[in-house]
């Protein structure tokens, strides 16, 4: 099975701070990833798909790379809006993997 | 505005059953592939089962001869039947639509999500 795996599992930034989330695949997934950001008692909002496409709505600050198995999330100049937990999630497979979550809290 | 809303949730003892539900506007469920995911208390998030518009479904492994995934067109509404329920069920239960490659063996990632439903286990 199909392994996502990020890192850090929590990030301590400041508002203003540039901030990076690494996930990475247990296997090539060409650029069949997407990233999701979660507040406390929300839905899962849809940040990038395609490794690198920014979904419509969502702020230029936030941008994506990478392809095959190692991928990163940056977020340019943190918001306060942008402490939240950052999910990574392949979908090249059928199992939909997603990674275990990145909380990035106010240092 | 696409719109989606659970209902159904609550808590069932373990063996038991429950019938989630999911209504969906601004969508026709009839021509979208539509998921539920779902998530464990405090945990990530795990992709539980999925319909395509041609009606075929798919589950993760640890649900599978356990949940149905089902639709009713006529109502723009999507169903989750869950039975034999164990502990590991325990999690708020997502509707989502899902955009793919449309490609045998692919996945899809998730656009639009609802407000999500909590299923509690106890005895």
């Known amino acids: 099975d199909i392994q996502m795996t990020q890192s850090p599992s929590t990030l301590s930034a400041s508002v203003g701070d540039r901030v990076t989330i690494t996930c990475r695949a247990s296997?090539?997934?060409?650029?069949?990833l997407a990233w999701y950001q979660q507040k406390p008692g929300k839905a899962p909002n849809l940040l990038i798909y395609?490794?690198?496409f920014l979904e419509g709505g969502v702020p230029s600050r936030f941008s994506g790379s990478g392809s095959g198995t190692e991928f990163t999330l940056t977020i340019n100049s943190l918001q306060p809006d942008d402490f939240a937990t950052y999910y990574c999630?392949?979908?090249?497979?059928?199992?939909?993997?997603f990674g275990e979550g990145t909380k990035v809290e106010s240092k | 505005e696409v719109r989606l809303v659970e209902s159904g949730g609550g808590l069932i003892q373990p063996g038991g059953s429950l019938r989630l539900s999911c209504v969906a506007s601004?969508?026709?469920?009839?021509?979208?592939?539509m998921s539920w995911v779902r998530q464990a208390p405090g945990k990530g998030l795990e992709w539980v089962a999925l319909?395509?518009?041609?009606?075929?479904?798919y589950y993760t492994e640890s649900v599978k001869g356990r949940f149905t995934m089902s639709r009713d067109t006529s109502k723009n509404m999507l169903y989750l039947q869950m039975n034999n329920v164990g502990a590991d069920d325990a999690a708020i239960y997502y509707c989502?639509?899902?955009?793919?490659?449309?490609?045998?063996?692919?996945?899809?990632?998730?656009?639009?999500w609802g407000q999500g439903a909590l299923v509690n286990v106890s005895s």
């Open positions: 989502a639509r899902a955009l793919g490659i449309a490609e045998p063996g692919k996945g899809e990632y998730f656009d639009r």
């Open positions: 601004g969508i026709p469920v009839s021509r979208n592939y």
């Open positions: 319909i395509y518009p041609g009606g075929s479904t």
């Open positions: 296997q090539n997934i060409n650029s069949w």
């Open positions: 395609k490794a690198s």
């Open positions: 999630q392949e979908y090249d497979t059928p199992s939909r993997t």
